[in-house]
C-alpha cells in the first residue's frame, strides 16, 4: 500500500497539517520537528502529492504557451527553450496552438485558461490580435516572446536589424536587382514580417537602390512556399542576381527552387536567410542568426519571477537579444 501523509504524522507524532507544513518548507515548524518529519518521510519513501501541495497553495503547477504553429522550426525551438526552465522548476506546460497548419483560427484560448494554469508565455502572435488582448484581459502573469506591449514582460530581437543586416550583405557584394522572398502581403500583423522588411527597405534606400515590386513574392515562412516564390521569381524577365528571405526555411525552398533550374545558389543566385536554423549550415546558406531556444529560456524565467515576486510586471522590461550574420557560400559577390 502506498504510504500517506497520515502515516508520518503517526510515525512522528505530529498532526497531518504540521507534516505537510514541514515538507512544503512553510513556516512556523520547529527545525529539529522539521528535520524529523524530513528523516521519517524519507525512510518510508513517502513523496508529497504535487496536485495536494498544488490545491494547499492555490496554484496550478501550470503554464500555459500560446503559440500560432507547433510543428515549425522556430516556434518548436523556442519552446524547447521554454521547457528546458520549467522542468528544472517543476512546472508543467500546457501547449495552446491558435492556428491550424491550414491557418485556420482554432477556438480562442482565454476561455480555456481560467483556473488551469498560472501564467502564460505568448510566442509570435501580433499584438492586435484579439485572442492575445484576451489573454491579458485575464490578469495572469505573462511573458511574450517575439512581440512587445506596454507593460508586459518581453523578449524580442531586432528584426529591422535583422532585415537591413541580411540586405546589406547582399549590397556590400555589389548586388543591386535583389529580391525578398516575405512571408505574406506587406502589411502583415506580424511584427517579425513588417520589421524586416522595413530593415530591407531602409537599406535599399540608404544604398540608394529603387526597390522592384516585381522581385517580390511571398513564401508563408514555409518550404514549399519558398520553392514557390524562387520559382516565381525566376519567371521574370530579369530574375535577381541576389534574394533576402526572411526565414531560413524559405531559403531552404528558394534553393531547392534555384537546383531544379540548374542553378547554384551563390554562384548564380546568391540568397540570405534569417534565423540560424540547425540545417543552414548544411545547405551552406548564409544567414543572420538568432538565438532562439534563448528567447524561450529568458521568457520563461520572467514568467517565473513574476510567478515568485507577484508585482513583478510592473517594471516590465523589454529585453532585446543579439543577432549575428553567418557568411557561408550561398552569398558571392555579385559577377556580372
Known sequence: MAITIKDVADAAGVSTATVSRALRGLPNV???????IQKIALDLDYVISPSA??????????IAV???????????????GVESVLQSA?????????STPEGQHRLPPAPRLRRRVDGALVIALSPRDAQLQEVLDLGLPTSLIGL???????????????????????????HER?????????GSPFTAETDRYRGFEAAMKDAGIAIDPMLEAYGYFTIPGGEQAMTALL????PPTAVFAMSDEMAFGAIRAMRSHGLQPGRDISIVGVDGHDMSELLDLSTVAQPVPDLGRIAAEALLLQLRSPGTESAAE??????????RSSTRPYAP
Open 66 to 80: 500560446i503559440t500560432p504553429y507547433i510543428a515549425r522550426w522556430y516556434f518548436s525551438t523556442v519552446l524547447s
Open 90 to 98: 517543476g512546472i508543467d506546460l500546457l501547449l495552446m496552438s491558435v
Open 30 to 36: 520547529d527545525a529539529s520537528t522539521r528535520e524529523r
Open 53 to 62: 501541495s498544488r490545491l494547499a497553495s492555490g496554484r496550478t503547477g501550470s
Open 178 to 186: 535583389i529580391g525578398v522572398i516575405t512571408g505574406a502581403a506587406v
Open 235 to 238: 519567371t521574370q524577365r530579369k
Open 318 to 327: 523589454e529585453i532585446h537579444l543579439p543577432t549575428r550574420l553567418i557568411v
Open 148 to 174: 512587445t506591449m506596454p507593460g508586459v514582460p518581453s523578449v524580442t530581437i531586432d528584426d529591422v536589424m535583422a532585415g537591413r543586416m541580411a540586405t546589406q550583405h547582399l549590397i556590400n557584394l555589389g
